[in-house]
């Protein structure tokens, strides 16, 4: 499902927008506890709107960074056979002083195999001790970074569906937050990583932050007057 940048900013927006006008309505000819009745009221249709506007869960990809590593261990002879000859050079590499991540930036997609097949054996790996498992996955990351470069088919596709799961995620809870009146910041934090455009996008529209602020927290008095309790 492609995301509607745009769309959502607006939908948010607007949500603010509502929010702020619902939590400052008032009328003369009601009584204290009917107009907070009232605000509370047009806040629950300001979420129903908005709800409207939520991505979909979406299904995460078939194609990972992690299967496509695990795709390229050597099966046949051959394969193993040019493994070794590639590792053997690795060896050579690093036993001449040259750092793993230089030699994994220039790697060819063979040498990567052999890198990816020998891993525990890596003088970084074999030195980190209890953190072994981390320097595995740092490596893991680096040749794939590199697979994705050298243009690799497998690993662009992945990348690719890894970003889109990334960024429909953030959007989802972004709006989910909003609705919620979550005060983690969680949603933000993930869509500052998975979509920057769409951070600052987002963050621009939000003119009025102290505003919005005080709004939100107005909200959550009225939810707990009602007994809504929205924060997960």
């Not at 078939?62 to 060896?91: C, S, W, Y």
């Not at 030195?127 to 662009?156: S, W, Y």
């Not at 989910?176 to 949603?187: C, K, L, N, S």
């Amino acid at each position: 499902m492609a995301i509607n940048k745009q769309a959502l900013v607006a939908a948010v927006t607007k949500f603010r927008t509502d929010t702020a006008s619902a939590v400052k309505f008032t009328d003369a000819d009601l009584t204290a506890s009917a107009i907070t009745r009232h605000r509370h009221n047009k806040i629950m249709a300001a979420r129903a709107e908005l709800l409207k506007s939520v991505p979909a869960e979406p299904t995460a990809p078939t194609m990972t960074p992690a299967k496509v590593l695990a795709d390229r261990a050597p099966r046949t002879a051959d394969q193993v056979a040019v493994a070794q000859h590639e590792f053997g050079i690795v060896e050579r590499l690093l036993a001449a002083g040259h750092p793993l991540e230089g030699v994994i930036r220039d790697a060819t997609p063979a040498r990567l195999d052999a890198i990816l097949a020998q891993i525990e054996v890596i003088p970084a790996v074999l030195g980190a001790g209890q953190n072994a498992p981390e320097e595995v996955t740092r490596i893991h990351g680096q040749v794939f970074e590199r697979l994705v470069e050298v243009g690799d088919a497998k690993a662009t596709i992945a990348r690719d569906a890894q970003r889109a799961y990334d960024e429909q995620a953030a959007w989802r809870e972004v709006v989910v937050d909003a609705i919620e009146g979550r005060e983690t910041g969680g949603g933000l934090t993930a869509l500052f990583h998975a979509d920057p455009e769409g951070f600052e996008a987002l963050m621009a529209s939000n003119t009025e932050p102290v505003a919005n602020a005080d709004t939100a927290e107005a909200v959550r008095k009225l939810d707990r007057t009602f007994g809504v309790n929205n924060a997960a």
